[in-house]
């Protein structure tokens, strides 16, 4: 099994990653955002929670996102492998991931992190903007609000992973396909050593 946390700030380009590494692994991707952006467009009730923080650049609440996701995980019983795309993005979210993983008598693989600085980062979400539709991308102080909220709450997830020896940082500016070369690489590894 193979379980990975694609790990970054937004725009740091987690959600262009995973696409190619979820066709060459064969794995489930879970990314957080697009299932509550899911529920956004089917008018779900978790939908019109997770809204009212998502347009305000938030995180949604611990509670609501570590129930969503456990049940996203438990649909699929037979995965070889989940790609955690956007969570966990809280310390809490991360004991969460690690009970449920245990639960499963499973465990992390590795939190594979692009690192991206911030002023990058403006200029890709700001061109993001233009063709995502996103209300999140569109306006510069969501976007700020969407960093600060990194920096203080989950980026000390970065010193958490390390302690258990699974962070491995990933320079997320280049080529795309340079970077997923990279990404591929240290899968590579962790599959021959797993
Ligand atoms: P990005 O990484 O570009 O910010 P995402 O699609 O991962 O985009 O997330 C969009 C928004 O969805 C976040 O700003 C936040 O409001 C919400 N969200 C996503 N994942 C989580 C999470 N694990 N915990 C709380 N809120 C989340």
């Known amino acids: 099994m193979l379980n990975i946390i694609l790990f970054g700030p937004p725009g740091a380009g987690k959600g262009t990653q995973s696409e190619?590494?979820?066709?060459?692994?064969?794995?489930?991707?879970?990314s957080t955002g697009e299932i509550f952006r899911n529920n956004i467009k089917a008018a779900t009730e978790l939908g019109i929670l997770a809204k009212s923080f998502m347009d305000k650049g938030q995180l949604v609440t611990d509670d609501v996102t570590i129930k969503m996701l456990e049940s996203e995980v438990n649909k699929s019983p037979d995965a070889k492998g989940f790609i955690f795309d956007g969570f966990p993005r809280t310390i809490p979210q991360a004991n969460a991931l690690d009970t449920f993983l245990t639960k499963r008598g499973q465990s992390?693989?590795?939190?594979?992190s692009l690192e991206v600085n911030e002023p990058e980062l403006r200029l890709r979400l700001a061109e993001r903007?233009?063709?995502?539709?996103?209300?999140?991308d569109?306006?510069?102080?969501?976007?700020?609000k969407?960093?600060?909220?990194?920096?203080?709450?989950?980026?000390p997830l970065i010193k958490h992973f390390?302690?258990?020896?699974?962070?491995?940082?990933?320079?997320?500016?280049?080529?795309?396909?340079?970077?997923?070369?990279i990404l591929?690489?240290?899968?590579?590894?962790?599959?021959?050593?797993g």
């Open 138 to 144: 569109a306006n510069p102080e969501v976007i700020q």
């Open 108 to 112: 992390l693989s590795a939190l594979l």
């Open 146 to 155: 969407r960093i600060d909220v990194y920096n203080n709450e989950t980026l």
């Open 20 to 30: 190619k590494l979820i066709a060459k692994y064969n794995l489930v991707h879970l």
């Open 162 to 181: 390390d302690a258990q020896g699974k962070y491995i940082a990933i320079n997320g500016i280049g080529e795309i396909n340079e970077i997923s070369n």
């Open 184 to 193: 591929c690489s240290k899968i590579d590894e962790l599959i021959v050593c």
């Open 129 to 136: 903007a233009k063709s995502s539709g996103r209300p999140d």
